[in-house]
């Protein structure tokens, strides 16, 4: 995977999807978040943005609420023609 356009999840549009590149933060904190599905390489959508902002993650929304302590990496997919 490419990390060298990996952007913060937060700052994705609202139906911009996009693959989770990396989590960095406390061991638990990434393991917590890993529990729910959000992991490298799961593909996500941004559903809302906003903090808190919601995310579709294989079929579910999931509530993420932007921290200083966690922040969800994500490589964009290029947008439709």
């Known amino acids: 995977m490419d990390d060298s356009v990996c952007i913060p999840v ?5 139906g911009q999807s996009a693959r989770v590149s990396r989590l960095v933060g406390r061991p638990e904190d990434v393991h917590r978040l890993e529990e729910f599905g ?6 996500i959508q941004m559903f809302r943005p906003g903090n808190p902002c919601i995310l ?3 079929g579910s929304k999931v509530c993420l609420r932007s921290d200083q ?3 969800v990496l994500v490589t964009p997919f290029p947008p439709p023609p």
């Open 38 to 43: 959000l992991r490298r390489g799961a593909r």
């Open 69 to 71: 302590l966690l922040d």
């Open 10 to 14: 937060t700052r994705l549009a609202a």
């Open 56 to 58: 579709r993650l294989s």
